[in-house]
Structures are given as C-alpha cells and as structure tokens.
C-alpha cells in the first residue's frame, strides 16, 4: 500500500552519496531517528497547494466507507410492498421525518433522518470487491467489471484517492495532516485494495495512516511522541540538522523525489511540534459517557476519532470498516445475510451513526462539514441470487451495483430527504441516478476544486480529476 518515503524503498541512495560532503550518512540517518521513518509521520505528505477554482461549500469531509457492500433493502431502501424474496426479514418503522422509513434495526438513526439525504440511485458497473472499492474512493471505472478481487492489486499507476486529491488542491493546516485514513488498510485476501492512496500523484499526497484500533486499551500513536531517550532539545538539535542538510541538499540537481522528501521531513516534524495534533489523536480527552454512546467497539471509537480529525482542522477523513475479517463483521453478507445484519452489524450502526450526526450538529460542524456513509455497491434485492464471481446462497445477498443507496449529511445539502430512487424491484435506478463519476464530481465542485481539470501525474503527464457531472440539485 503507501509506502511511508522515498528513503524506505533506496530512491535516495545516491543523495546520500552526492550529500557526504555536507552531512555525514549517520547524522542523516538520525534526522530520522524521531519515528520519522515508521509509516506514520511519512505518510504526512503534502504538495503545493492550488487554488480552488469555485464556490467552496464544504471545508472537510468524513467518508464513513462500509466496505463489503451495505444491503440497501434491509436499511435505507426498503421494498416492504415486494414479496419475501425481495423485502426479507425486516420491516420498515417511521422517523423524525413524515414519509422517510427505516429497518426496524435502526431505531436511534430513525430519531435523526431530518438531518440526512438519502441517494437511493447510485450505481457503477464493477461486481466485486476491489475494483468496486476502487471505483467508489477515486470515481473511475476501470478493468473489468468481474476481475477477481484478490488479485487486483493497488498501483502507483491508480488514479487518487478522492482525499488525496482534495489534500493537494485546497489549502492545507501547517500542522496537522491534509488527509487521514483509519484504523488500517483494506486488504481482500492478499491483495491491498486500490484507491486507497495518491496512486499517480505521488506519495506526496498519500493519507496518513492510523494503523490501530481506536478502541484498544490506552489508544495513543506512538509517531506522535517524541522516543525514549529523546527530549526536546535533541529533537530542536536534529530539527536544525535537517535545515542544515536541506540547505547542502538545494545545491544538487532538483528532483521530484528529492522535492517530497524534504516535505514529508517538515511536515513530520510540524506535526510533533503540533500541541494541536497531539489533542485531536487523543481519545482520552473525551467524555467518557459521549464515547460509550458511540459505542465502545471498533467503528465506534473510529467514528468518534473521526469527527475529532475534522473538529481539528483535518480536511479528509476516511474511516473504514473490514471488507472481510475473522474478529469483525464485514457487510459482505453472501450467508446469513439478517442474522448477520440483525446481530452484528446494525447495532454499531444504530449507535455510531446518529451519535456522530448528533454531536456534529451540537458543534456547528456540519455547516461545513460533508459526512458520507457509503459502501462500494449494495446488495441484490433477489435474496440468494448470484451475480458476482463469489459464492452466493439462498441466505444471503449478492454485490449488486447497479442501484445502491449512500447517506449524506451536512455540507448545506439538506436534510430528511430522498434524492434519487430505484425501480420497484429495486434493480435498478428509476430517476436521479448517479454515475460514481457524478459523485466524485461533485464532491470536488463542494471544495470548490474543478472537477474538469487536469491534474499532472509524477511524470507530468496530464490527468482529468474526474469524468462525471456535477449532480445538480444535490447542494440545493
């Protein structure tokens, strides 16, 4: 997945050569002794920032990503006039929103629908996980629609992560990371999902990775404290080495690598110079109740770290849940689709969510704050059919996207809505649809970035941000 530096993978050998006569190669390699080389700190990586080219609406995101697909007929968009092979299990109940339902399963989120839009008509073509994945987090469709998930790996030739493109085009906190992605890297089987970092932009722009469970006793990044034996006038004296070898290293040929390399150590060190970065990773200064309303488990804890990135300055968060794991439910519910859902997987749901929209709303985050719940497809509304390549029984739904349903929250959109809507059956889109490509654009348009400009990739080789519309009507 992303690589933390340049350094890591030997790119920067011969500078290491080329700078002997400025600093000596272990002076260099103590500029890096402050957990600088650990995939965190190096994943702090930012670019020159561009101007926005329109109307800003939105100044952050959180992208609540339910990996494995979320059953839009057991949740959001249910088919209770559909007979059982169609409308399952569950019922639907009303909300604080006359004409708006919800599975019975979610009675807390049924209390806040008035602050959620409802896009019931987004599709794309690709079947299985990880070109799904892929297409939902960059908005291109590329390969084959049927490529076998657990060969499909990630590229540095893949288009960019939606936050890595807004972490290089909107202006950026000095101190904290431009885009954050937690608590680990989705992977199916062997293979690393693609789309979940910079991909042809570069590591410059790759998300800084929380590679740990929020809701593990004593929770704490140790990238972002300074290591035993080393206090802060050591680190002040290796801060001024850096400048020193920064200084040396201006004389040589500039280079891409050489360019990044130096901002990826700056930026490392702003953040353990960062009182601020510190706070925002820090769970424990959180009331105790507020975190059990969350709910004291894995999406829980990664929810509420969340909001805590965007409360301090954060522009993209995505949070994660597993595509397919032992110890944690996976949405990717091919058996026992409503025990499963039942047990496991709405409860943290039905805590996490609302309590999210609720403390946001108390903050006056959502004015400008854009959260998104979404998976990579839905589920098909025929129970036990078969579309993908995976196995699939007469307990379970298959992928299905070709009509799914997200939520969006803040932002200026408005709330206790429906935008968009499948047709009966719920196959397909029956108005509104939205391409993954609109969505992307869209998202973009909110940050006030272009979303038909080009972008240049490490070579310079010129890439469009996204080739879908802007879905008008969306923002209001």
Known sequence: MARASAIRDGSCEEYHQSAAGLIGRRDLLQVGGISLLSSGLLNVLSGRAHAATGKTRIKSCLLLFQAGGVSQIDTFDMKPECD??????????????????????????????????????????????????????????????????????????????????????????????????????????????????????????????????????GFKLDELALPAGMNEQRAAQRKNLLQQFDTGIRRLEETASIDALGENYRRAYALLDSSATRRAFDLSQEDSKLRDRYGRNLVGQSTLLGRRLIEAGVPFVTVYTPVAAIDEPSWDTHLNNFPRLKKDLLPPVNLALPTLLEDMHSRGLLDETLVIWAGEFGRTPLIGARRSNNGNNVTGRDHWPGCYTILMAG?????????????????????????????????????????AQAIPDTLGRPHILSEGHVVPGLFG
Not at 98 to 105: I, K, Q, R, S
Not at 120 to 132: D, I
Not at 413 to 431: I, M, N, T, V
């Open 411 to 451: 932002g200026g959109l408005a709330g206790g809505q429906y935008f968009g809507s499948s047709d009966r059956l719920g196959w397909y889109p029956r108005d509104n649809a939205i391409h993954i490509a609109d969505l992307s654009a869209t998202l973009y348009d909110g940050f006030g970035i272009d979303p």
């Open 84 to 217: 059982e092979t169609i409308r399952g299990e569950f019922r639907p109940i009303d909300t604080n929103v006359p004409g708006m339902h919800v599975c019975e399963h979610l009675p807390a989120m049924a209390r806040h629908m008035d602050k959620v839009c409802v896009v019931r008509s987004v599709h794309h073509r690709m079947l299985c996980h990880n070109p799904a994945i892929y297409a939902a987090l960059t908005g291109r469709e590329v390969g084959e629609s049927l490529a076998v998930s657990n060969k499909t790996f990630a590229s540095r030739e893949d288009y960019p992560h939606m936050g890595s493109v807004v972490g290089r085009l909107i202006e950026k906190p000095d101190t904290l990371p431009p885009f954050v992605s937690l608590p680990f890297v989705l992977r199916n089987g062997p293979a690393t999902s693609p789309g979940q970092n910079a991909g042809f932009m570069g590591t410059a722009y790759d998300p800084y990775l929380v590679l740990k469970d929020p809701n593990a006793p």
